[in-house]
T-cell receptor
Framework: LAKTTQPISMDSYEGQEVNITCSHNNIATNDYITWYQQFPSQGPRFIIQGYKTKVTNEVASLFIPADRKSSTLSLPRVSLSDTAVYYCLVGALSGGYNKLIFGAGTRLAVHP | GAGVSQSPSNKVTEKGKDVELRCDPISGHTALYWYRQRLGQGLEFLIYFQGNSAPDKSGLPSDRFSAERTGESVSTLTIQRTQQEDSAVYLC??????????FGSGTQLSVL
């Protein structure tokens, strides 16, 4: 099972771009990379998912280098409401056994 | 409902009592996960159900913990003889064939 490593915490200011990097050196060929966001007193919610290169949606971008041993979640122009814990997860996208283990996550604090 | 539903949302119990936590996954989702989250901590994997396969119980912390799932429907997590260290938020998530996870709002368990 691919283990993930992320920074424990990050600080930013409103309007800045935030990049959170996750290491997953043992990622398997059929593993996808998924990022989740968790606010206090809520369950995590899906942000973005990718396999390689770059994925962008209305919320974030995900950059994955060719060796796929790491990934970077990019949040453009953060606001106070982006203060949350961000989790990186690797696992197979479809079929078969897929036990999903969360790492400790990154606590992002956005300041005025 | 459209999302994952967990009940009760809050449960206060006395040490030594048994508790049952319920999870109603999204209809059609073959995979169901239980996680535990202590205050200020990350998500701790407990158990994983995938279709009709035998569940992966490798994360259950002791034999006081057990879980069942009826087909691809409701799941119950049972904690017998509760201890104070069992106090946490218990989160349930479901997905279709190991893809994107959808979380419930969790059950806050307090053992006095």
């Amino acid at each position: 099972l691919a283990k993930t490593t992320q920074p424990i915490s990050m600080d930013s200011y409103e309007g800045q771009e935030v990049n959170i990097t996750c290491s997953h050196n043992n990622i398997a060929t059929n593993d996808y990379i998924t990022w989740y966001q968790q606010f206090p007193s809520q369950g995590p919610r899906f942000i973005i998912q990718g396999y390689k290169t770059k994925v962008t949606n209305e919320v974030a971008s995900l950059f994955i280098p060719a060796d796929r041993k790491s990934s970077t979640l990019s949040l453009p122009r953060v606001s106070l409401s982006d203060t949350a814990v961000y989790y990186c997860l690797v696992g197979a996208l479809s079929g078969g056994y897929n036990k999903l283990i969360f790492g400790a996550g990154t606590r992002l604090a956005v300041h005025p | 409902g459209a999302g994952v539903s967990q009940s009760p949302s809050n449960k206060v119990t006395e040490k030594g009592k048994d508790v049952e936590l319920r999870c109603d996954p999204i209809s059609g989702h073959t995979a169901l996960y239980w996680y535990r989250q202590r205050l200020g901590q990350g998500l701790e994997f407990l158990i994983y159900f995938q279709g009709n396969s035998a569940p992966d119980k490798s994360g259950l912390p002791s034999d006081r913990f057990s879980a069942e799932r009826t087909g691809e429907s409701v799941s119950t997590l049972t904690i017998q003889r509760t201890q104070q260290e069992d106090s946490a938020v218990y989160l349930c998530a479901s997905s279709f064939a190991g893809g994107k996870l959808f979380f419930g709002s969790g059950t806050q368990l307090s053992v006095l």
